[in-house]
């Protein structure tokens, strides 16, 4: 018998440890949501976005992961078995390597990617754009491969996601945090 949750209750890190390895989930808010088994396209664009982004990262201070893996983001000092928020972002890209421990890490990456699909649309859109903000991940990218477009939000002076700006993937996106960075989105044409 699955020892997942009931989504009517609230939960917190210490719960989440405890779920089948099998299963995925995120927690927010102490919210359980399931998460769906990503699209063959979905896996395709996070494989070669966080090649293009490993490439580049390699021999410098920040590191890229892929889901899954967890992140979990505390308020204040709150212990991790109190923690009530654990994502696992598509890409997350951590510079602080005093955030990363045998369980992920714990703390705003400075760089999270979500590549959307019908079922996470409004999930990575609001709540998760909301969540990244409060905590300050500095830079988070929405990416919707079937429609060609990308949403980029970038953390101003105030802590605050301004006016998002909206990219086709018909050429090459720069990365904020990494200004000589650019995301070829060519596979996209070519898969």
């Not at 212990?79 to 602080?96: G, L, M, S």
């Not at 421990?101 to 996470?120: L, M, N, T």
């Not at 859109?125 to 990416?143: A, D, F």
Request: glycine share 6%.
């Amino acid at each position: 018998m699955s020892t997942a949750p009931q989504l009517s209750a609230r939960y917190t890190y210490a719960d989440y440890a405890k779920w089948p390895e099998g299963e995925r989930w995120e927690l927010i808010d102490g919210m359980a949501h399931a998460m769906a088994a990503p699209s063959r396209q979905h896996q395709e664009v996070v494989l070669e976005v966080g090649a293009q982004i490993l490439q580049y990262l390699r021999g410098r201070p920040c590191c890229p992961y892929i889901a899954p893996f967890d992140v979990r983001l505390p308020r204040r000092q709150e212990a991790d078995d109190q923690t009530d928020t654990t994502v696992q972002p598509d890409i997350a890209v951590i510079c602080d390597h005093d955030k990363l421990d045998d369980k992920g890490c714990r703390g705003a990456p400075d760089w999270i990617i979500e590549v959307i699909s019908p079922a996470s649309a409004i999930m990575d859109m609001e709540t998760k754009r909301r969540l990244y903000e409060h905590h300050g991940v500095k830079e988070y990218w929405i990416v919707h491969p079937l429609d060609h477009w990308l949403m980029v939000h970038v953390l101003d002076k105030d802590g605050k996601y301004g006016q998002f700006r909206l990219f086709g993937l018909d050429k090459p996106a720069s990365v904020g945090l990494f200004p000589e960075l650019e995301i070829d989105w060519g596979f996209l044409v070519q898969g």
